[in-house]
């Protein structure tokens, strides 16, 4: 009959890597056999078999199930058949829809590594970085200490979490997840509220070695059911309008502040503390004038020059050419010493001053 209808056009003979669909017809220790209609019989033995053989050995007689062709025949007379590269194949077909369409998939977080979490979709080993976490599950770790971030994602083994797909790649098998996805464009939507230069009240959320977390509740009337906050963030050089090491030294976690958005970006906002309070640079050529010599303390060295505070909030930089090298630097100078400098340039609009030691 096979032979009858492939002269007649009416069937295409099977390829290697094509997929169909058969009925369970009978089983072995370590094989299945599959009932593929008029191609005849295959079978999925072997690793293809040991690979899936928890889920192979649930089937029953009858079963109807997506399979392989990885041999159109072996010595036995049947076609070899593989169901974990069908389902893989299968699954990357939907993810690539899911994709398309948009869709919220659920998942169960399988495991963990220092760059985020791990998870498997549709039969398919997906990953979902720390950056694609949402708001509420990003780790917050001072310094950002990997160890410490790895300790924090073991907390999510096994936690069940609603994602999006951020990128799916089949060739190269690269299938990226977002948790934060799923609410970006409500987020987007709520921030058309606001506007550069609106102050927000909130409390900070959290604490990186690069600046601070800060979260604001929405009023009532732009309030969603699934959107109640907006969490910006405020960059470590916004906290203060002198120079600072650490976040700590300005917030801290559930402290009540006031702060003003300087940007809008997608669902991102960017916050300023500093833009609370009165610009100390203000005027200030009328005080500190080019040529003038003023005294100052060295408070922070580092490869380009010597920050040197010549008032609470104002600090100026010392050149390295001033001293030539680095080593030369940190014999002239000491932090936390005060020393004798020359002005050179003075520029309020960018809160810049310029130094010279006087030798």
């Not at 040529?291 to 580092?302: C, E, H, T, Y």
């Amino acid at each position: 009959m096979k032979n009858i209808l492939q002269e007649n056009n009416l069937i295409n003979p099977p390829k290697i890597g094509e997929i169909l669909k058969g009925k369970v017809i009978g089983a072995g220790k370590s094989s299945l056999l599959i009932d593929l209609g008029y191609f005849g019989t295959g079978i999925i033995y072997g690793r293809e078999f040991y690979e899936v053989k928890n889920t192979l050995k649930k089937l029953k007689k009858g079963e109807e199930l997506s399979v392989k062709i990885t041999e159109l025949e072996n010595e036995d007379g049947y076609i070899e058949l593989s169901l974990s590269q069908a389902d893989k194949e299968i699954g990357w077909k939907n993810l690539l829809e899911k994709k398309r369409q948009d869709e919220t998939i659920d998942i169960k977080i399988s495991g963990v590594n220092k760059g985020g979490l791990l998870a498997n979709v549709l039969g398919v080993p997906g990953f979902l970085p720390i950056s694609q976490l949402s708001p509420e599950h990003y780790p917050r770790v001072k310094n950002a200490d990997p160890i410490k971030i790895l300790n924090e994602l073991q907390k999510f083994m096994g936690m069940e979490m609603k994602i999006k797909i951020l990128a799916v790649n089949p060739r190269e098998e690269k299938l990226i997840l977002s948790e934060k996805m799923k609410e970006v464009k409500k987020i987007k939507e709520v921030l058309k509220n606001y506007k550069v230069g609106d102050t927000v009240e909130g409390e900070i959320s959290g604490l990186a070695n690069f600046g601070a977390f800060m979260k604001f509740l929405l009023p009532p009337k732009i309030r969603t059911k699934d959107i109640k906050e907006i969490e910006g963030f405020i960059h470590l050089s916004e906290m203060e309008w002198q120079l600072i090491e650490n976040p700590s030294e300005v917030v801290k976690i559930g402290e009540k502040v006031k702060a003003k958005i300087i940007e809008i970006s997608d669902e991102k906002v960017s916050l300023s503390l500093k833009a609370m309070k009165e610009d100390p640079w203000k005027d200030i050529e009328k005080k500190y004038k080019k040529g003038s010599n003023v005294k100052g303390k060295a408070v922070k060295l580092n490869p380009y020059g010597a920050f040197i505070e010549i008032s609470k909030k104002i600090q100026g930089l010392c050149h390295i050419s001033n001293f030539g090298t680095s080593a030369n630097m940190q014999k002239a100078l000491k932090i936390g010493e005060k020393y004798n400098f020359n002005i050179l340039q003075v520029d309020s609009k960018n809160h810049r001053m310029l130094l010279e030691l006087v030798k």
